[in-house]
């Protein structure tokens, strides 16, 4: 079905940077707000960073505040910097209809988010 796809994880010492990128083959998500969530094995997955619309407002976990970026225009995108150990996990982008607002994505049920990517590995090496 529809199927998001992610690129540009891989492994990064500490302090080190990357760029992730989701596209949309196809597809329109203007409307939608884009965001990405990670997970690592045993833990539930966790939200990272959202924004509403193209140039719009953006929301992000406090435990990325001030070393991610999220951004979008016909792709979605997320600048990590300064990446930790504990950022290592798989990253997810995600669409949601019903999320109205970027903060939102970070509360909702997983279950209201429309469509996942199957995930890019990133591993921050201390």
């Known amino acids: 079905q529809v199927q998001l796809a992610e690129s540009g994880g891989g492994l990064v010492q500490a302090g080190g940077s990357l760029r992730l990128s989701c596209t949309f083959p196809g597809r329109t998500f203007s409307q939608y707000v884009l965001g990405w969530f990670r997970q690592v094995p045993g833990k539930e997955r966790e939200f990272v960073a959202s924004i509403r619309s193209t140039g719009g407002s953006t929301y992000y976990a406090e435990s990325v505040k001030g070393r991610f970026t999220v951004s979008r225009d016909n792709d979605l995108y997320l600048q990590m910097n300064s990446l930790r150990p504990e950022d290592t996990g798989v990253y997810y982008c995600?669409?949601?209809?019903?999320?109205?607002?970027?903060?939102?994505?970070?509360?909702?049920?997983?279950?209201?988010?429309?469509?996942w990517g199957k995930g890019t590995q990133v591993s921050v090496s201390s």
């Open positions: 995600a669409a949601c209809w019903k999320c109205t607002t970027a903060r939102t994505m970070a509360g909702v049920d997983h279950n209201v988010i429309d469509y």
